[in-house]
């Protein structure tokens, strides 16, 4: 079964600030890998992803997240945030054309 | 293009009735999702249709069901209303098998459900 582990579940940033969140999954085959966003009152809206090749993946917004296999984390990074940044973050897996499974989410406050 | 279209926005229901939610997918995607977001937790998984068969289903009793019809909206039923199935209820489409590994989900703005 597979399963997503975030490891932050809240953190609190002032502007400018560089942001890493944590993510480690558990899937028994080829993984995709998926951050997505939900700003305060907006559904849920894709950062980033990754299916194949090239393990640093840029996203949205200056969002960017890098696959280890090895380590089987998928961390997401900014080197700067911005007050509009605050939102709740979750990452996802899935095999393919298959269901998604969530993290808890990690919520982000950026203090300006 | 529209994005995913769900129905209502908010539902205030009491206990043991039930309820239909809708979903309109993105204009050529076949396959929707359905996931109930309780506050405070991620999505969890309850259906996957393509073409108007289930394709999967999360751990959920049978008082939840699903439909996919021809042009490929959906619609989530829920029975016999528990308080605990308060929730967000989240459709998501996508371009199915076709897309292979590279299925992507694109999420709806779900519907509130909350039962009294």
């Known amino acids: 079964a597979q399963s997503v582990s975030q490891h932050n579940h809240h953190v609190i940033l002032s502007e400018a600030a560089s942001l890493e969140l944590g993510c480690n999954y558990s899937?028994?085959?080829?993984?995709?890998l998926f951050w997505y966003v939900q700003y305060p009152g907006q559904h849920l809206q894709l950062l980033l992803k990754?299916?194949?090749?090239?393990?640093l993946v840029k996203g949205i917004k200056g969002f960017e997240a890098e696959f280890i296999k090895s380590k089987f984390s998928f961390n997401l990074r900014k080197p700067s945030v911005q007050w509009s940044d605050t939102a709740e973050y979750f990452c996802a897996v899935s095999g393919g054309y298959q269901k998604v499974t969530f993290g808890i989410g990690t919520k982000l406050q950026v203090i300006p | 293009d529209a994005g995913v279209t769900q129905s209502p926005t908010h539902l205030i229901k009491t206990r043991g009735q039930h309820v239909t939610l809708r979903c309109s997918p993105i204009s050529g995607h076949k396959s929707v999702s359905w996931y109930q977001q309780v506050l405070g937790q991620g999505p969890q998984f309850i259906f996957q249709?393509?073409?108007?068969?289930?394709?999967g289903r999360g751990n959920f009793p049978d008082r939840f069901s699903a439909r996919q019809f021809p042009n490929y909206s959906s619609e989530l039923n829920v029975n016999a209303l528990l308080l605990g199935d308060s929730a967000l209820y989240l459709c998501?489409?996508?371009?199915?098998?076709?897309?292979?590994?590279?299925?992507?989900?694109?999420f709806g703005p779900g519907t509130r459900l909350t039962v009294l």
């Open positions: 249709y393509y073409e108007k068969e289930e394709r």
């Open positions: 998501a489409s996508s371009l199915g098998p076709l897309a292979g590994d590279t299925d992507t989900q694109y």
């Open positions: 990754y299916f194949s090749g090239d393990p």
């Open positions: 899937y028994g085959g080829t993984v995709n």
